[in-house]
Structures are given as structure tokens and as C-alpha cells.
């Protein structure tokens, strides 16, 4: 087998969102970088490939953008 038939490995696309949360312990606005963005059953869960890295309940979240 040549390096020619080996199929090349695809590198997640990491995109930018902004994300602000506020609740009444704390307050948080930063950049998160993240393959892909689910909204499930009152959550908003933050991806890198296969992996969760972040989960934030929605009703802390005050705003998310998607930068890129």
C-alpha cells in the first residue's frame, strides 16, 4: 500500500462562538472554540470531535455568537 491510497484524516474544523452566562453566582463572557453546537432538553452542549467539553444549562446562557 503507497501513501497515495491511504485516505487523509480529517481534522474537526474548530469554529469560534462568543458566549456570555449569567446566573446569581457568576457572570462569564469568553470565546469558545468548538467542532459543533447541540441545543438539547434546556442544554447547550459545546463539542471538540467526539468529546463534550462543555454543557451549560440555557437558562444561564445570555447570549451566544457564532463568529466565524
Known amino acids: 500500500m503507497s501513501a497515495s491510497d491511504v485516505e487523509p484524516t480529517q481534522e474537526p474544523v474548530l469554529q469560534v462562538y462568543r458566549i456570555h452566562l449569567r446566573s446569581d453566582e457568576f457572570q462569564f463572557e469568553s470565546e469558545v472554540r468548538a467542532t459543533q453546537v ?31
Open 38 to 68: 447541540d441545543r438539547e432538553d434546556g442544554w447547550t452542549v459545546f463539542w471538540n470531535g467526539n468529546d463534550v467539553f462543555l454543557r451549560v444549562r440555557d437558562e444561564h446562557i445570555v447570549s451566544l455568537e457564532h463568529l466565524d
